[in-house]
Every structure is written in structure tokens, then in C-alpha cells.
């Protein structure tokens, strides 16, 4: 049974700061990994999609990268800002015919000014 | 493109009521997926349908849980009798995948239906 673990589950920093956040999950057999946003009282907004053929993909100063036999993705984000806090939802798309979507349970960032 | 419409947006209705929620997917997608998100228990798969069959249904609650997809343009979700832990935020999501024209996966959502049963 696929398993999506996110790492931490909170974060705060300052503007300007570098900063990763992780998801691991426990079966590598995937079709593809999503990371998405979440804002409050909204829906999910998607930021990136790893095909599992690719290693990363990258937009505007997210970068979000796929190592599939260790079981983890990462997502960088680069020079934060306040409107990047949200919570950021990874999941995976398993490989069969009727692959489901698995989330993992966010990280929720604040970037203070 | 329009996006994952759901409708309504908010219900509030008292137990023991009937509960439908709607969802119209992208146009050409051909997976649909209900999800449940709680604070207590995230984002949670209730039931998906690939080309309007339903492919997995295991995480649906109970009984009282159902959802159908008639065409590929819309998908219900019932409740029936709602309970006062049904209440949750309720969204639709939308794919395309293992076709030829379309097959990314990438998933696109819903606004949600946030759901309160007193």
C-alpha cells in the first residue's frame, strides 16, 4: 500500500530564505509525482508535475525534483515571499491501470516579511 | 477552459437529509476522482472513475456514501442520511491519462463543497 509522508509539517521563515520541503513515499513503482498549493478555504492549485521518466521540473522559482528509487521528491523554493505561504500538498500517481492519486498530509509554510 | 466546476459551493442541512453534490470535469478528461478533506484526516480518496466506470470505491465511508457518473460530463456524490461527521470539505478532481491524446495524469481540482450537517 502506497504511503506519502511529508516533512515537516509546518515551516516558518523569513522572506528572502532558500528553502526545501520533502515527501517520500514508500512504493517507487509511480506514474507520476504532483506537488500542489493549497490556500485557505480554497482547492488545490497544481504547481508541478513529475513525469516518472524525469527527474525535475521547474517553474519561475519552483523547482521540484523526483528521485524514484529512494522514494523521495523534493520542492525548492527559491528567494520566498510572504504570498508563498500556503500549505503544499505532494502526491503520487501510482503506475497500474487503475492508479490512484495519494497525498501525503502537507506542509504548511508561513514567510514572515 | 472552464476548469473542475462543483456545485454547490457551501451546504449546510440538518441530519438525516440527503446531501447531493455535483462536479462537471475538464472537458476530454477521462478520470474523475472524489476526494473528503478533513483537519483531522487530510485529503482522503473516496472514489474514482476512469471513462465514467467506477474503478475504486473502497475508500468510500459507508453505505450511506454513493456516487455515480452518467456521462463524462458530470459525476454526483450522495450522502444518504447525512450525519453531523460528514461534514468535511468535498472535492472533484479531473485527469487524462492512458489515452493517446492525453495522457499526463496531471490532476486538476474542484473549488470544493464545504459540507456542514448539524
Known amino acids: 500500500k502506497q504511503e506519502v509522508t511529508q516533512i515537516p509539517a509546518a515551516l516558518s521563515v523569513p522572506e528572502g530564505e532558500n528553502l526545501v520541503l520533502n515527501c517520500s513515499f514508500t512504493?517507487?513503482?509511480?506514474?507520476?509525482l504532483q506537488w500542489f498549493r493549497q490556500d485557505p478555504g480554497k482547492g488545490l492549485t497544481s504547481l508541478l508535475l513529475?513525469?516518472?521518466?524525469?527527474r525535475e521540473q521547474t517553474s519561475g522559482r519552483l523547482n521540484a525534483s523526483l528521485d524514484k528509487s529512494s522514494g523521495r521528491s523534493t520542492l525548492y523554493i527559491a528567494a520566498s515571499q510572504p504570498g508563498d505561504s500556503a500549505t503544499y500538498l505532494c502526491?503520487?500517481?501510482?503506475?497500474?491501470?487503475?492508479?490512484?492519486?495519494?497525498f501525503g498530509q502537507g506542509t504548511t509554510l508561513q514567510v514572515k516579511p | 477552459d472552464a476548469g473542475v466546476i462543483q456545485s454547490p459551493r457551501h451546504e449546510v442541512t440538518e441530519m438525516g437529509q440527503e446531501v447531493t453534490l455535483r462536479c462537471k470535469p475538464i472537458?476530454?478528461?477521462?478520470?474523475l476522482f472524489w476526494y473528503r478533506q478533513t483537519m483531522m484526516r487530510g485529503l482522503e480518496l473516496l472514489i474514482y472513475?476512469?471513462?465514467?466506470?467506477?474503478?475504486?470505491d473502497s475508500g468510500m465511508p459507508e453505505d450511506r456514501f454513493s456516487a455515480k457518473m452518467p456521462n463524462a460530463s458530470f459525476s454526483t456524490l450522495k450522502i444518504q442520511p447525512s450525519e453531523p461527521r460528514d461534514s468535511a470539505v468535498y472535492f472533484c478532481?479531473?485527469?487524462?491519462?492512458?489515452?493517446?491524446?492525453?495522457?499526463?495524469?496531471?490532476?486538476?481540482f474542484g473549488e470544493g463543497s464545504r459540507l456542514t450537517v448539524l
Open positions: 513529475i513525469q516518472s521518466s524525469q
Open positions: 472537458s476530454g478528461h477521462n478520470s
Open positions: 512504493d517507487s513503482a509511480i506514474y507520476n
Open positions: 472513475f476512469n471513462n465514467n466506470v467506477p474503478i475504486d
Open positions: 478532481a479531473s485527469s487524462c491519462r492512458w489515452t493517446g491524446q492525453c495522457n499526463t495524469g496531471e490532476l486538476f
Open positions: 502526491a503520487v500517481h501510482g503506475s497500474s491501470n487503475t492508479g490512484k492519486l495519494i
